[in-house]
DNA sequence: AACTAAGCGGAACGCTCTTCCAGAACTATA
DNA sequence: TATAGTTCTGGAAGAGCGTTCCGCTTAGTT
């Protein structure tokens, strides 16, 4: 799933160990954070901090590749819940997916905004990849006359993340129920499509 | 303006001491973001570090004092501007002030939602400043019939924020734009007050 | 002037980041 | 399978930063 684009295939062993990295840096960004030191991503994936440092030599390529690598989990999810799924509930249950991958990213979204230029890209690799597949699910909901037309995915993606990272102080699951409250909103003016 | 409260009055180099830590550290802050190298602010406040940590034990007492600061420096110039301005001039000119305000706060808003408990308590302190402050510009430009007046104070306070502070990439001046447009929205259904 | 205690500075310690290279591990070839 | 050639690995070493600690300084008091 990772770095297969060009140049020579990379040796097994390599690969193996990148997997590794990324696994451990995504679990010990969750608990804690960014920040976290090296050798705690190292040890956790069973390699030495040089090849930590051999794959990913600065800390934003660390992030920026667990992000990628997070977003695609997610927008891959979108066909597996529109197979096993009514067109609506698998919108509700993606929206839901996106909201625990958005969860995850408190950090992260620190280091969005630090002014870093190596994450400017990363908006814009989230739209790409997560808009086409929130759109598919938009579109068979309406398709299926179970939600209205009127709603385009950056405006949702958009809205689920302010919602979901808040400004200011609000208790636990805020966020959830207020993503709620957009589906029953999208529900509600459900009917033939015009 | 600091450390007042109660016990023996502090001695008074101690007192210029903690000004002075507070002036470098809103400066350095600026420059070189809240996870600047300690012994950069001792240095340019003309201490050591040694003083920096007897007056703010944790980093994130230095922060709290310095956005403390800055918040008061805030809502106290919304009197000044109401002095000086009419009060819709006013109105817009403190938006201003406030969006400059928030501008610098880049590397904060990272501090805020880095899930560290010690930072709880800065937005309501944010809101309890300046809140009472923009309602007093609000109320008298709704009294001289210059803005309508069905805005509340801290749905203000928010949308300015979020759109000085956005989510994803976009150019420089977009907040400022959304802003006068946010201030020309509400002077366009001025009238006799109901 | 002398005393007291608050306050100061910066050396020292420990932790983390990052680099580097000798040697281990893998792959291709014969 | 044996060998050569390359890639990749691990962790020691060097540098830098955060934080603590304590002997000395200095403001305030009598």
Redesign the pocket.
């Known amino acids: 799933m990772t770095q297969d684009t060009a140049s020579?295939?990379?040796?097994?062993?390599?690969q193996?160990?990148?997997d590794a990295l990324l696994e451990a840096a995504k679990t010990v960004f969750r608990t804690s954070g960014v920040?976290?030191?090296?050798?705690?991503i190292?040890d956790l994936a069973?390699?030495?901090?040089?090849?930590?440092?051999?794959?990913f030599?600065?800390?934003s390529d660390l992030v920026t590749a667990v992000f990628q690598h997070e977003v695609d989990a997610c927008a891959a999810a979108a066909p597996a819940l529109a197979d096993e799924n009514e067109p609506g509930v698998a919108l509700e249950k993606w929206l839901h997916r996106y909201t625990e991958f958005l969860a995850t990213k408190r950090g992260l979204a620190s280091a969005l905004h630090s002014g870093d230029p190596a994450f400017d890209a990363l908006p814009c690799y989230f739209m790409e990849r997560l808009g086409p597949a929130l759109d598919s699910l938009l579109e068979a909901a309406v398709e299926a006359r179970e939600i209205r037309a009127l709603v385009s995915p950056q405006d949702l993606l958009y809205a689920v993340s302010k919602l979901s990272l808040p400004l200011g102080d609000e208790e636990a699951g805020h966020g959830r129920r207020m993503v709620d409250l957009l589906v029953d909103g999208l529900r509600h003016g459900a009917g033939p499509s015009r």
Do not use: C
């Not at 020579?8 to 390599?14: G, S, Y």
């Not at 069973?46 to 794959?55: A, I």
């Open positions: 020579r295939p990379l040796r097994a062993d390599a193996r160990n990148i920040d976290a030191p090296a050798k705690e190292a069973g390699v030495g901090v040089g090849t930590l440092y051999r794959h030599p600065k800390r």
